[in-house]
């Protein structure tokens, strides 16, 4: 069965930062593009950013870009969203997902002083 | 950027009777190698999104034959034939033919 488990989010101050990680399993992780989809409480579906499935190339939402780097580990079959300068409206459920048709549980990631 | 407008944003439904949603874009959504990158996404209450149907029409295995799509270039129907208790939940459109975006969420209610 197809797996992702989404892990690393935390309360975290304003301007911090957080690495989030998403394991995968049941399928050939090297061959897909991944994606990082979030969701603010009591709110609609944002994507966040992409990578191609060898990592060499990322997309990023205009909200994130500059701040947020997506990356990926084939061999350890891990996607990643390093998140830096944080602010209060990225409090969201992080989903790591093989759009559109595999998705994790999500991570709970609260930015708040 | 590629915007999608869903309506209505909230649908009572009696159970038995058909529920439809409406999904437009901002511009065509048929990509350069023919296909059409629209899917539906249903979320249940403390669930993650789960895919019912990508590329207009095409039924994810295990998605039930009550669930169909219809629609081409910018605007686009979900319809739920004879709604079921467990059809109650926010239901998402989603463009995959300029990066990534969803519509807004329609809440499918029972009556």
């Known amino acids: 069965d197809v797996q992702l488990v989404e892990s690393g989010g935390a309360l975290v101050q304003p301007g911090g930062s957080l690495r989030l990680s998403c394991v995968t399993s049941?399928?050939?992780?090297?061959?897909?593009?991944m994606h990082w989809v979030r969701q603010a409480p009591g709110k609609g579906l944002m994507w966040v950013s992409r990578?191609?499935?060898?990592?060499?190339?990322?997309s990023y939402a205009d909200s994130v870009r500059g701040r947020f780097s997506i990356s990926r580990d084939n061999a350890k079959k891990t996607l990643y969203l390093e998140m830096n300068s944080l602010r209060a409206e990225d409090t969201a459920v992080y989903y790591c997902?093989?759009?559109?048709?595999?998705w994790g549980q999500g991570t709970l990631v609260t930015v708040s002083a | 950027d590629i915007v999608l407008t869903q309506t209505p944003l909230s649908s009572l439904v009696t159970l038995g009777q058909a529920a439809s949603i409406s999904c437009r874009s901002s511009?065509?959504?048929?990509?350069?190698?023919?296909?059409?990158?629209l899917s539906w996404l249903q979320q249940r209450p403390g669930q993650p999104p789960r895919l019912l149907i990508y590329?207009?029409?095409q039924r994810l295995s295990g998605v039930p034959d009550r669930f169909s799509g219809s629609g081409a270039g910018t605007d686009f129907t979900l319809k739920i034939n004879r709604v079921e208790a467990e059809d109650v939940g926010v239901y998402y459109c989603?463009?995959?033919?300029?990066?990534?975006?969803f519509g807004q969420g329609t809440k499918l209610e029972i009556k």
């Open positions: 590329k207009i029409s």
């Open positions: 511009q065509s959504l048929l990509h350069s190698d023919g296909n059409t990158y």
């Open positions: 989603m463009q995959g033919t300029q990066f990534h975006s």
């Open positions: 049941g399928f050939t992780f090297s061959n897909f593009w």
């Open positions: 997902a093989r759009m559109a048709d595999f």
């Open positions: 990578i191609n499935s060898d990592g060499s190339s990322t």
